[in-house]
């Protein structure tokens, strides 16, 4: 349930910031994607995340363009949240990264890239 809260809530962030940031499909992105985090990591889980000492700038910030967006400011909001999500899960790009850059080592995959490169 909570892969696919956060996989909808991307989906619809998307789909609002190609129609010209519209405000209610990212302010339900924005619900789902924070409520698909409390399914797959639990309620406890995620208050510590978001409120450990080194991430409360990127939390208010993130925080606080939900609640812009919320008010029907969807560009300065997005903004806000941009800085805030790169703030809190900037640790995770290396890994994520890393990951993405080891699948070229799973044979059908390197074949196909050698094929297409």
Not at 35 to 51: A, C, K, M, P, W
């Amino acid at each position: 349930i909570g892969v696919g809260l956060v996989g909808f809530g991307l989906f619809f962030i998307l789909f609002g910031m190609l129609l010209y940031f519209d405000s209610v499909l990212l302010a339900f992105g924005n619900i789902l994607f924070l409520s698909g985090l409390v399914f797959i990591i639990g309620f406890r889980r995620t208050f510590t995340f978001f409120f450990q000492r080194p991430k409360l700038k990127g939390t208010s910030f993130f925080l606080g363009g939900v609640l812009i967006v919320l008010m029907r400011w969807p560009l300065l909001g997005m903004l806000l949240e941009a800085y805030g999500f790169i703030s809190l899960f900037g640790s995770f790009f290396p890994v994520a990264f890393g990951f993405l850059g080891s699948l070229a080592n799973i044979p059908v995959l390197s074949k196909v890239s050698r094929a297409l490169g």
